[in-house]
């Protein structure tokens, strides 16, 4: 999987959403949909998403002291596999909404193994603070 490109779509007033075709093939049935990092949402295919959380967050147990499980919490707590309905729309939980303070106009970016899915105005304002000749440097 190597997802790619930025789309600009919107979420309808019931908060449903078209994931992009070019998307959606490589996310498979039931994509799972999380809390991302700068206010995005972080979709991965069903198969991603047990393979990246669980080498991340497998070893951590609820016992100990281990500064993961403060993250695997607000991930897990408030993520959620995605049904298509029948006209090829997912609905976006209303818990991952408020915390992306999603508006009308969505952008759905690939990061290679996940979509990204920010606020337009949000993602507008990450963009353009990002400088590519220095952001080439780091890499």
């Given at each position: 999987?190597?997802l790619?490109g930025?789309?600009n779509?919107?979420?309808?007033?019931?908060?449903?959403?078209?994931?992009p075709a070019?998307?959606?093939?490589?996310?498979?049935?039931r994509?799972y949909?999380t809390v991302?990092?700068?206010?995005c949402?972080?979709?991965?295919?069903?198969e991603?998403?047990?393979r990246i959380l669980?080498?991340?967050?497998?070893?951590?147990?609820?016992?100990?002291k281990?500064?993961r499980?403060?993250?695997?919490r607000?991930?897990?707590s408030r993520?959620?596999?995605l049904?298509?309905?029948k006209?090829?729309?997912f609905?976006?939980p209303?818990?991952l909404?408020?915390?992306?303070?999603?508006?009308?106009?969505?952008v759905?970016?690939?990061?290679?193994?996940?979509?990204e899915l920010?606020d337009e105005d949000?993602?507008?304002?990450?963009?353009s603070?990002q400088?590519?000749?220095?952001?080439f440097?780091e890499?």
């Amino acid at each position: 999987m190597f997802l790619s490109g930025r789309y600009n779509h919107q979420v309808d007033d019931k908060g449903r959403i078209r994931i992009p075709a070019k998307f959606k093939d490589a996310l498979g049935d039931r994509p799972y949909i999380t809390v991302g990092q700068n206010r995005c949402l972080y979709i991965f295919s069903k198969e991603e998403a047990e393979r990246i959380l669980g080498e991340r967050f497998g070893g951590v147990d609820g016992f100990s002291k281990d500064p993961r499980l403060d993250a695997m919490r607000k991930i897990f707590s408030r993520g959620c596999f995605l049904d298509e309905d029948k006209q090829g729309r997912f609905t976006l939980p209303s818990n991952l909404t408020a915390y992306e303070k999603k508006k009308k106009n969505v952008v759905s970016v690939g990061m290679i193994n996940r979509v990204e899915l920010w606020d337009e105005d949000n993602w507008n304002e990450y963009d353009s603070a990002q400088d590519v000749d220095t952001l080439f440097g780091e890499v």
